[in-house]
């Protein structure tokens, strides 16, 4: 399982950084978003991959901390979903509005010499 998670990781870094060094403004945001959930599933990966582990400690009897997921990075991966969902409408909202201005949907605001 560590590996399909590394590799998922590498591939949406890839993409993202490809995407981020594109000329366009809707695949630089694109390619933001990719690296961002990135480190969200980096960050998750974090907290222990356990399948079938209880994610909230019992009362029953003595806690063994390690046979439990920390709560920590999902909480963080929580947030910062909700955060990047607000980042990608925000970029969505310039973009229109640099396109508006600038006929154009590039990020240096001209278009490349035919």
């Known amino acids: 399982m560590e590996l399909i998670v590394a590799i998922a990781i590498g591939v949406l870094t890839g ?29 998750f990966s974090m907290g222990r991959l356990y399948v079938d582990m209880a994610p909230v ?15 920590l990075p999902q909480a963080l991966v929580l947030t ?5 969902f607000a980042m990608t409408a925000l970029f969505l909202v310039v973009l229109l509005g640099s396109r ?9 605001g001209k278009e490349p010499p035919s």
């Open 100 to 108: 508006g201005l600038s006929g154009t949907d590039h990020v240096d």
């Open 80 to 84: 910062a979903i909700v955060i990047n």
């Open 15 to 43: 993409s993202g950084v490809w995407l981020v060094l594109r000329p366009r403004s809707f695949q630089v945001t694109i390619g933001l978003s990719l690296l961002s959930y990135a480190v969200n599933l980096f960050i």
């Open 57 to 71: 400690v019992n009362k029953a009897g003595p806690v063994d901390p390690s046979n439990y997921s920390d709560p």
